[in-house]
């Protein structure tokens, strides 16, 4: 994934505010409230404009508020039309024709193509767009007539629908926006098209939805509950409110506390699918990781499955290379990197790299503590000399975008079952994102990327992608820790609620039992 502001979130980055509570001993007999349901996570609320932010708050906030061309079945994962009924493609593969079905704003005004062209536009195009890398293809978006979309691409580009689906491609209300101004339509209460419409903002506590009466799925969402999205920074006190029967749901369960929560009798402790890689970015633009040899070294001398053990309480999977594990085209028999901290020990010798300082970068929380004082560990063992170097989440994306770094182990996830995004994201030079500000650079892998994104075949496609794999692999371009889930603890009064591996809610799916 990129952007073009460098504020991204497929990373856990950021020092979030919440209440701290005492840790419950003992479960208490629930107090849930039958027409509210509070979902308690670490994620922050920043905004409720799609465009303005990649943040892992604000994606699963933006898919309650807002609907999008096409929607992805939580269960099959296959894409369904969404505010588009059908669609139609040019058989050279440039135009993509959407007939758009009667759907209704939250203000009961319809949901018209100039509304659809309108919030397109802002995403590819707006100075102020927080990810406009998925629309990158897009040569024009134009109103036919009232209930026609058309999209033409600068070439065929083979994920173009699953990048029509993603976060931020929710439809906002023209005329809303223009009468209120940008700044107002989304400061408090926006005009939604999606399941839920807003009833109450905090910023920094939660954020509180209700029902969007006027929501294109007729029936959805199943329950009339009001939604609470609540934000507590504290993984103790997240899980005390748990037990006490405060909440419904805890989003980022320490790996800790899962063994717990699965012997907890109202509990549904789940380790859902996810594309979420953890792994350690490496500054390519200084020494001593500008050199091959330093960084094959440094790659060499961790032990990814200890470290997936250890940390995870090995509910994760060592990583192999340097995609998410469950992206179409993984590589999963390439060997990965090898643990070898014999050859390490040579290699850093060799690239005369030896003794030097490396700043590794961490933030607060436990799992980054652990993950960078195991990293020093390994690090030493060869022969390097790492500092950690502890900053607060917004230093953290401050260094890494400027290379003001040597290491920092972080995390990301992509949006989508195709690999387009994550390469662009993570090891490509030229699309934006630096390579996830590790600034890697092969102009092989770039032109490998674009390849990837005109071929047809899928055959062909898997072969472009495992090459993908095997060269930023070989060359470090990251070093791949794990493959995680995503750790979420429901209650078991909730039916048909699930995290999906795109950071999704499927809210609206959602029944409260007795």
Same mark, same amino acid.
């Given at each position: ?53 990649? #943040? #892992? ?127 107002? #339509? ?74 717990e929560l699965k012997a907890a ?47 995870t309480r090995g509910y994760a ?56 004082l195991l990293i020093q560990a ?43 995004? #994550? ?92």
């Amino acid at each position: 994934m990129n952007s073009s502001s460098g504020s991204r979130t497929r990373a856990a980055g950021a020092v979030l505010h919440g209440t701290a509570l005492a840790m419950g001993l003992f479960w208490a007999a629930p107090a849930f409230a039958d027409d509210v349901i509070r979902i308690v996570s670490p994620y922050q609320t920043t905004t409720l404009d799609p465009m303005r932010s990649a #943040a #892992a708050g604000n994606i699963e906030t933006y898919g309650q508020l807002y609907s999008r061309l096409l929607r992805r079945n939580s269960e099959t994962g296959a894409l369904e039309p969404g505010l588009a009924e059908k669609w139609e493609i040019s058989p050279d593969g440039k135009t993509y024709t959407f007939h758009l079905r009667d759907g209704q704003f939250s203000d009961g005004s319809p949901i018209t193509a100039g509304d659809v062209a309108f919030s397109l536009d802002r995403i590819r195009s707006d100075k102020k767009s927080a990810y406009p890398a998925p629309l990158g293809s897009v040569e024009s978006v134009t109103a036919a007539d009232a209930k026609t979309v058309v999209i033409t691409l600068k070439s065929a580009f083979a994920p173009f629908l699953g990048n029509a689906e993603i976060w931020n491609m929710g439809i906002v209300s023209k005329a809303d926006v223009e009468k209120r101004g940008e700044e107002s #339509a989304f400061a408090t209460v926006p005009v939604t098209s999606g399941p839920y419409e807003v009833k109450q903002w905090k910023p920094n506590e939660k954020l509180v939805l209700e029902p969007n009466p006027h929501y294109w799925r007729k029936g959805y969402p199943k329950s009339d509950a009001t939604v609470e999205l609540i934000e507590i920074a504290s993984p103790e006190t997240r899980i005390a409110m748990l037990k006490a029967g405060e909440i419904d749901v805890v989003r980022a369960v320490p790996w800790a506390q899962i063994d717990e929560l699965k012997a907890a009798e109202a509990v549904d402790m789940r380790l859902e699918p996810s594309t979420t890689i953890y792994m350690i970015l490496l500054n390519h633009k200084r020494e001593p990781f500008s050199n091959l040899k330093a960084r094959q070294a440094a790659g060499m001398a961790i032990d990814n499955k200890a470290m997936a053990a250890a940390i995870t309480r090995g509910y994760a999977e060592p990583a192999n290379t340097t995609l998410p594990g469950s992206v179409d085209f993984h590589d999963k028999d390439y060997p990965g990197i090898p643990h070898e901290p014999a050859k390490a020990k040579e290699l850093l010798a060799e690239s005369g790299m030896a003794g030097r300082e490396v700043k590794i970068l961490a933030t607060a929380d436990a799992p980054s503590q652990q993950t960078a004082l195991l990293i020093q560990a390994q690090w030493q063992a060869i022969g390097l000399k790492p500092v950690i170097v502890n900053v607060d989440g917004g230093a953290w994306w401050d260094a890494t975008g400027k290379g003001d770094y040597d290491a920092a182990a972080n995390w990301w996830y992509n949006e989508t079952p195709d690999p387009d995004l #994550a390469v662009r994201w993570a090891v490509c030079g030229s699309c934006g994102s630096n390579s996830y500000n590790t600034f890697y650079a092969n102009p092989k892998v770039d032109a490998l990327v674009e390849q990837g994104t005109k071929e047809a075949d899928q055959a062909k496609r898997a072969e472009i992608y495992k090459e993908i794999q095997k060269i930023t692999t070989e060359e470090v371009a990251q070093i791949p820790l794990y493959y995680a889930p995503n750790a979420v603890a429901y209650s078991k009064r909730l039916q048909g609620l699930e995290l999906t591996p795109s950071l999704q809610w499927t809210l609206e799916e959602t029944s409260i039992g007795q």
